[in-house]
């Protein structure tokens, strides 16, 4: 079934990336531009396609960060200490090891699993990946994003946050994502970061319908009478 007809049919479409590479960029944006244009929203475009590349990102790095903390285990399991292991991954993952390690994840079989459907005139996009986050990721995950749910922007969330000494929650890209639906009129319930002992997925939910339109639009308009 070509994506054209999985769309007609309202079928899931599936994409699924073991990097993100251009390929993935592309057919995220393509599936995304098809069913935006098919319910008259291509205006959501921008914000849709830089969220769930967002959690594709967050997905493949979780893979990649268990393959690398799975071969730092087995080879110093004595000396293994997770805060260094940590520090030297952020590390390799700037450099050339990010090569090694998509060829590792196809080994491995760990991919990131995009979903993108509509029902009901609503667009559900699932990003899941076969790592857990441990408790300590969950926590510092949930009390970013209850902060985020509360500010209006950026300048307002590092005010809120400022008492947030978790390093590793210290990321944006959850938080954005969070004022991006909010700048859509929507909230919490449209954006749900699950994971369980096994896998971890994350859900936007957006109903492609008028009020989301008009929603956004006004969020543009008083951003753009704010800096004028
Ligand atoms: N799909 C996922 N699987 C496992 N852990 C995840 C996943 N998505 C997010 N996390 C955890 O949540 C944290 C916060 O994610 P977030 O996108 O907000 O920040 P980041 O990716 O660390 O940094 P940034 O997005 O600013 O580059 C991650 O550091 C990771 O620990
Ligand atoms: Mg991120």
Redesign the pocket.
């Known amino acids: 079934m070509t994506i054209d007809e999985a769309i007609n049919l309202n079928k899931p479409v599936i994409i699924k990336a073991y990097s993100v590479s251009e390929s993935t960029e592309h057919y995220i944006k393509l599936v995304l531009t098809k069913i935006l244009q098919k319910h008259n929203c291509e205006v959501l475009l921008i914000p849709l396609y830089t969220a769930v590349k ?1 959690l594709v990102v ?2 493949v ?2 893979n990649q960060k268990f393959i690398y903390f799975e071969g730092k285990k087995s080879y110093e399991s004595v000396f293994f200490n997770s805060e260094k292991a940590l520090q030297l991954f952020r590390l390799e993952m700037t450099r050339s090891d990010a090569k090694y390690l998509d060829t590792l994840a196809r080994k491995h079989n760990l991919h990131a699993m995009t979903t993108i459907t509509v029902i009901d005139k609503k667009l559900c996009i699932d990003v899941e ?1 076969p ?1 857990p ?1 441990n408790e300590t ?1 969950r926590d ?2 949930k009390k ?1 994003l209850n902060i985020a749910r509360q500010c209006e922007d950026i300048t307002d969330y590092f005010i809120q946050a400022q008492e947030d000494d978790y390093k ?2 210290a ?5 954005l994502i969070t004022m991006m639906l909010k700048g859509m009129g929507l909230n919490q319930s449209n954006f749900i ?1 699950d ?1 369980d002992h096994e896998k ?1 997925i ?1 859900s936007i939910i957006v109903p492609l319908t008028e009020a989301t339109l008009q929603a956004y639009q006004k969020r543009i308009i008083d951003s753009t009478t704010n800096v004028a």
């Open positions: 967002e967050n997905a790095k979780a990946n790592t986050m990721e510092a995950v970013k590793e929650g990321g944006l890209g959850l938080v970061i994971s971890t994350a």
